[in-house]
């Protein structure tokens, strides 16, 4: 059962945008934290955005100021807007709904359980 349905993924030149979507169900999206994570070639998965519980974004420093993170609540989707993309931003996107963070760091794991992630989607940008 996919819980989480990303699309969006594609090649790109350099300086080009590109926009990813997620869609859920009403019940993650109401009890998990969602956001965007990736994972290039040879290195660990990285947070790009995050919405937190609260509705306040967060943005990795490699992409602030170039993506974008919003939602619409009645579609239950997440979206990722990403422009003046790099060649470093090539990697596999992911989506998640995620147990909301706390204040010191940990997660609260409470109605979202222990989260769900996307089979996420490929976004390559070339020179």
């Known amino acids: 059962q996919v819980r989480l349905a990303e699309s969006g993924g594609g090649s790109v030149q350099t300086g080009g945008s590109l926009q990813l979507s997620c869609k859920t169900s009403?019940?993650?999206?109401?009890?998990?934290?969602m956001g965007w994570y990736r994972q290039a070639p040879g290195k660990d998965r990285e947070t790009v955005a995050i919405?937190?519980?609260?509705?306040?974004?967060f943005y990795a420093d490699s992409v602030q100021g170039r993506f974008t993170i919003s939602q619409d609540y009645d579609k239950y989707s997440v979206y990722l807007h990403m422009q003046m993309l790099r060649t470093e931003d090539t990697a596999v996107y992911y989506c998640a709904a995620l147990p909301p963070l706390t204040s010191d760091g940990g997660r609260y794991y409470g109605r979202c359980g222990v989260g769900y992630w996307g089979e996420g989607t490929q976004v390559t940008v070339s020179a």
């Open positions: 009403g019940y993650i999206f109401r009890a998990c934290e």
């Open positions: 919405l937190k519980d609260t509705g306040t974004p």
